[in-house]
């Protein structure tokens, strides 16, 4: 699996934009890069995952850089519920299913 | 559609005892991954079981078995307890399926403390 470097932790006022950066610079052609967060006292959730197109979804936008070297995570509006640990995961599915290699992450305080 | 259950909440025992861990898959879900969560540390993967077989282990002695029942609940079992046992541990449920992607749903763990 490849190594990832996530800042350890970022503030980000209420209602701005939150940008989590994520350094893979080891990742294989076919991993995904995939962004759990957790938020205190409760288990992983899913965010969000990416090959190589940026992703967008209900909870956020995923950009992946061109040469896939590293990712941004971004929440568009953070509110107070967004304070968790954030996770950035690369992984290539198949045999690693359901086996995801977590790091340190990055601690975001979401502050009024 | 029920979520990840896991029981007990919190759970103390002594060095050297044995514990067993209870994990309820979400509705549909065939696979079940335990992981162990250090204090301030990110997850670490224990093993796997899918369709009630052992299917991947991770950097974890064979005293940490379990079991997956016909209905896709799981066990934990941990024997020999160690003070290093300590920690929150999660199972996650998901169905495994030709080209499943790693979305992986987490129970809310299951505190242990060994005194």
């Known amino acids: 699996d490849a190594k990832t470097t996530q800042p350890t932790s970022m503030d980000c006022a209420e209602g701005r934009a939150a940008n989590l950066p994520c350094n893979h610079s080891t990742i294989s052609g076919n991993e995904y890069v995939y962004w759990y967060r957790q938020i205190h006292s409760q288990g992983p959730q899913y965010i969000i995952h990416g090959l190589k197109n940026n992703e967008t979804n209900e909870m956020a936008s995923l950009i992946i850089t061109e040469d896939r070297k590293s990712s941004t995570l971004i929440l568009p509006h953070a509110t107070l519920r967004d304070t968790a640990v954030y996770y950035c995961?690369?992984?290539?599915?198949?045999?690693?299913?359901?086996?995801?290699?977590f790091g340190q992450g990055t601690i975001l305080t979401v502050h009024p | 559609e029920t979520g990840v259950t896991q029981s007990p909440t919190h759970l103390i025992k002594t060095r050297g005892q044995q514990v067993t861990l209870r994990c309820s898959s979400q509705s549909g879900h065939n696979t079940v991954s335990w992981y162990q969560q250090a204090l301030g540390q990110g997850p670490q993967f224990i093993f796997q079981y899918y369709r009630e077989e052992e299917n991947g282990r991770g950097n974890f002695p064979p005293r940490f078995s379990g079991l997956q029942f016909p209905n896709y609940s799981s066990e934990l079992n941990v024997n020999a307890l160690e003070l290093d046992d300590s920690a929150l541990y999660l199972c996650a449920s998901s169905t495994r399926q030709r080209s499943s992607y790693n979305e992986q749903f987490f129970g809310p763990g299951t505190r242990l403390t060994v005194l």
């Open positions: 995961i690369p992984d290539g599915g198949g045999t690693s299913y359901g086996k995801l290699t």
